[in-house]
């Protein structure tokens, strides 16, 4: 029997799938690289961008006007959750990330921003998460809102103590002297949490 | 102040770990092969989804060693949920004998309460008590990966209502403890009754002295 050369027809989009396609080559660099921030690889960064478009696909209707890009981080937040859930699989998922972070700390050429990076590794996620979304994503304190699923007054007030846990952070590291945005520590007695 | 935020910010930003000039460009191979799957045959859920029931229910009596509970908006509420769309993967989890309480409708600027003093033997008092990462957080529902049952049945994963500790709108966790449940990943130990994860202490941050307390309070 010959060999017969498959034909594709490939349909033309209807309008979800236009809107969709708008919304993807908007944005997939910065869902990648978001996803990429916090993978231990870009092979893993692959698969999660991929589970995240997947998601968003099927999701498009949901998608809320003039915020599609928060709301692609929100959804790769959650595809995020999914790929380290396991106890095992996170153990060493954040071992890797902790290694790499290490890494990466070493390849950036600014002492300054090397003391930061080292001393946000030492923040709880969610502190991580916050101040990742303002410094890396460059989000504003409504954008981060719609990725978190919470107030923007709840956004200020963890950012605030985010800011001040990093501060501490980078001064308790030390940096020969050269402090990075150092708030002041807090009055005795007051806590932040 | 401000200034150095500003600054701790941008030395964050000049610190970003990644090559932003090595993100790949829109993969059209993806793109075409996410186009052509069905978007209303796809499954919008995970095989470990966290059951739902559709049922209003008003349980304030849920908030366990609490007193002085003053709720201002106790709404009866729809207790249905999306599925979460984003899970596509995860490996086969079984899960504890525990159905979450339907959530309340507490208003969380609605509420006040103090608690009464908590110390370990109050577990006693619970029906199940555990050490468990927060592997989803779902408005007010929390789902847990269990390492450790100190009390209750065996399961892999358990779904708790957990609202007065979740942050919707501030939390009204401010008020009534020091925890948040705020992030996938944060290792808690917890206790609780009727699908509830308890309050006032009754959950609390994850420490190995904490749970060796626990684990002996509940193993006598």
Redesign the interface.
């Known amino acids: 029997m010959p060999e017969t050369a498959e034909t594709h027809v ?1 349909a033309p ?1 209807d309008s979800r ?1 236009r809107s ?2 708008a919304v ?2 908007a944005h ?2 910065k869902v ?2 978001y996803v ?2 916090r993978c231990a690889s870009a092979a893993d960064a692959d698969d999660v961008s ?6 968003i ?4 209707d949901d998608l809320p006007e003039g915020r599609e890009l928060p709301w692609c981080y929100g ?1 790769a937040r ?2 995020l ?7 095992a699989r ?1 153990v060493r998922l954040v071992a890797l990330v902790a290694r ?2 290490v890494d ?2 070493e390849r ?1 050429p ?1 002492v ?6 080292q001393a ?1 590794s030492t923040l ?3 502190d991580q ?1 916050l ?1 990742g979304l ?3 994503e ?1 989000l504003g304190v409504g954008d981060v809102a719609v990725v978190l699923g ?2 923007p ?2 956004v200020s ?2 950012l605030h103590r985010a ?1 001040r846990r ?2 501490r952070a ?1 001064q308790e590291l030390g940096d020969g002297g050269h402090t ?5 520590e807090a009055k005795p007695g007051t806590s932040d ?1 | 102040m401000i200034e150095r935020d500003q600054e701790l910010i941008a030395a964050l930003t000049a610190a970003d770990p990644i090559d932003l000039d090595a993100v790949p460009a829109p993969d059209r191979a993806l793109l075409e092969e996410i186009m052509m799957t069905d978007p209303a045959n796809s499954p919008r859920s995970t095989p470990v989804e966290t059951p739902r029931r559709r049922t209003p229910v008003v349980a304030a009596a849920a908030l366990m060693l609490v007193t002085g509970v003053g709720v201002g908006a106790l709404a009866l509420n729809d207790g249905s949920k999306a599925a979460d769309p984003a899970a596509t993967t995860a490996r086969a989890l079984t899960r504890a004998p525990i159905d979450p309480a339907p959530r309340t409708g507490l208003d969380p600027g609605g509420i006040s309460t103090s608690c009464m003093v908590w110390d370990v033997t109050s577990l006693d008092l619970t029906a199940y008590a555990f050490d468990g990462t927060v592997t989803e957080i779902d408005n007010g529902w929390v789902t847990f990966e269990v390492g450790e049952w100190f009390k209750g049945p065996s399961g892999d994963l358990v779904t708790l209502n957990a609202e007065a500790l979740t942050a919707r709108d501030g939390g009204i966790a401010t008020s009534v403890d020091e925890l948040l449940i705020t992030d996938v990943g944060q290792r808690l130990l917890v206790s609780g009754s009727d699908g509830f994860a308890g309050v006032c202490n009754q959950t609390q941050a994850y420490t190995a002295a904490e749970a060796d307390a626990w684990r002996a309070q509940l193993s006598t």
């Open positions: 490939i989009p799938g969709f396609e993807y080559n997939y660099a990648w690289a990429r921030r991929a589970q995240t478009w997947l998601a696909w099927r999701r498009l959804t959650r595809c959750a999914n790929h380290r859930r396991g106890e996170r790499e972070r990466d700390a950036v600014d300054r921003s090397r003391l930061v990076l946000l709880r996620d969610g998460e101040l303002t410094a890396w460059g919470v107030s007054s709840t007030v963890r800011k990093l501060a980078v990075v945005g150092t708030a002041p949490q």
